[in-house]
C-alpha cells in the first residue's frame, strides 16, 4: 500500500463498512468494498480496531465494537457527508443542464460504475496521480465492473502545474458545456497557492454557470481550539506521509474564490452538516452516532 494514496484507501474502507453494516445509509457506496480485496478490507479493519486506544484511551469493549466506535466517530463522517452533498448538488446540476462531470482527485470514487439514470447523458472525467489511477483501475478490472463509455481517465498531479493539458487533450471534453467539479478531499493537502491555481486553472476550463464542490478545513484547524477528533485526523495523515497543509477563514475562502471568479451559492457549518444529513441515520442508530467532522464546512460556487 505503501505507494498509493492511504487516506483514498481508508475513505474506501469507511463507505465499505458504512454500507455494509447499516439498513439505513447516510450514503450507499455498494460498490466501495466491491473494489478493495477481502484480505485489504480486513486488515484496514484489524489496524484499526487495534488502535482504538489512540483514538479512545478510555474504551471497554470487544474488537468489533471498537471498529465500530473508530469508523462512526473517526473514520466516515467526512467521506459520507461530503459525498452525500456532492451528488445531491451534482444531481441538481444535471438537472439545471450540466452535461460534464470532473471528480479531482478522483481516487477510489465509484459514481462513474453505479450511474443513476439521471446521469447517463453526464460525460465523466476522473482525475487523479498515474500511481493511484493505475491501482484503481487494476481493482476494477479484477473486480470485473464494467466501464461505462462516458468515463475517462486522465493521469493528473496537481502539485504540478500541466494537470489541465492533459483534460484537454482529451476531445470529447468542451470547454463550452456546463460542469459540475468535484473537489472533495483536496483543499487540505495543498499549499494555499497551489490550490489558488488549481481554481484559477478550472475558471478558464469552465463556462459561465458551472459548478464546483469541495471540503475544507477552518483556520482553527491548525490551533489549539481544534476539535480532538482533527487533531487525532492531522497525526494519522502525517503517518501516512499525506501532510495536510491548508485552512481557511469564511472570508479567505470568499476572497479566493471570487479573485478566480466564483461565488459561493451554499455553504454548510460542521452543525448544519449533521442536521441536514446524518440526523435521520442518528435517529435510528441512537447508540452509533455520527456527527459532521470537526472544523470541517463544505462549500458549492458557481463560475460567475
Same mark, same amino acid.
Given at each position: ?20 453494516? =447499516?439498513?439505513?445509509?447516510? $450514503? ?15 486488515? /484496514? ?5 487495534? @488502535?482504538?486506544?489512540?483514538? =479512545?484511551?478510555? $474504551? ?16 466516515? *463522517? ?12 451534482? &444531481?441538481?446540476?444535471? &438537472? ?5 462531470? !470532473?471528480?479531482?482527485?478522483?481516487? %477510489? ?6 450511474? *443513476? ?20 483501475? =487494476? ?18 498531479? $496537481? ?25 472533495? @478531499? ?6 494555499? +497557492?497551489?490550490?489558488?491555481?488549481? #481554481? =484559477?486553472? !478550472?475558471?478558464?476550463?469552465? *463556462? ?18 481544534? @476539535? ?7 497525526? #494519522? ?7 495536510? #497543509? ?7 475562502? +470568499? ?14 457549518? *460542521?452543525? +448544519?452538516?449533521? /442536521?441536514?444529513?446524518?440526523?435521520? %441515520? ?7 452516532? /455520527? ?8 462549500? #458549492?460556487?458557481?463560475?460567475?
Amino acid at each position: 500500500m505503501e505507494q498509493k494514496s492511504m487516506t483514498a484507501l481508508v475513505s474506501a474502507f469507511a463507505r465499505a463498512y458504512h454500507a455494509t453494516n =447499516n439498513d439505513l445509509k447516510i $450514503f450507499n457506496d455498494y460498490l466501495a468494498k466491491v473494489i478493495l480485496s477481502e484480505q485489504e478490507y480486513n486488515q /484496514i479493519a484489524s489496524i484499526m480496531s487495534q @488502535g482504538i486506544k489512540f483514538f =479512545n484511551p478510555t $474504551f471497554e469493549g470487544t474488537e468489533e465494537e471498537a471498529l465500530r466506535w473508530i469508523v462512526d466517530n473517526q473514520l466516515s *463522517p467526512s467521506p459520507l457527508g461530503r459525498a452525500a452533498f456532492a451528488e445531491k448538488a451534482l &444531481e441538481n446540476s444535471v &438537472e439545471m443542464g450540466a452535461e460534464q462531470y !470532473l471528480i479531482l482527485a478522483a481516487g %477510489y470514487d465509484t459514481f462513474g460504475y453505479r450511474q *443513476p439514470s439521471w446521469a447517463e447523458k453526464l460525460q465523466i472525467f476522473e482525475l487523479e496521480h498515474p500511481i493511484t489511477l493505475q491501482d484503481k483501475q =487494476n481493482r476494477l478490472g479484477k473486480a470485473c465492473i464494467e466501464i461505462a463509455n462516458n468515463v475517462h481517465f486522465i493521469k493528473s498531479d $496537481f502539485t504540478k502545474g500541466d494537470w489541465d493539458k492533459h483534460l484537454l487533450e482529451l476531445s470529447i471534453f468542451d470547454k463550452r458545456k456546463i460542469s459540475f467539479c468535484s473537489l472533495l @478531499g483536496i483543499s487540505y493537502y495543498l499549499p494555499k +497557492e497551489t490550490l489558488e491555481s488549481l #481554481l =484559477n486553472k !478550472l475558471s478558464m476550463l469552465i *463556462p459561465q454557470g458551472s459548478t464546483i464542490t469541495f471540503d475544507y478545513p477552518d483556520e482553527n484547524t491548525y490551533t489549539d481550539q481544534a @476539535g480532538v477528533r482533527t487533531k487525532k485526523q492531522l497525526a #494519522l495523515a502525517v503517518k501516512a506521509n499525506e501532510k495536510m #497543509l491548508g485552512s481557511y477563514s469564511f472570508s479567505q475562502l +470568499e476572497s479566493l474564490l471570487s479573485k478566480n471568479n466564483f461565488i459561493i451559492s451554499q455553504h454548510l457549518t *460542521p452543525n +448544519e452538516i449533521t /442536521i441536514k444529513y446524518f440526523d435521520n %441515520y442518528n435517529r435510528v442508530n441512537c447508540g452509533h452516532k /455520527i456527527t459532521a467532522f470537526d472544523n470541517v464546512n463544505y462549500c #458549492l460556487a458557481t463560475k460567475k
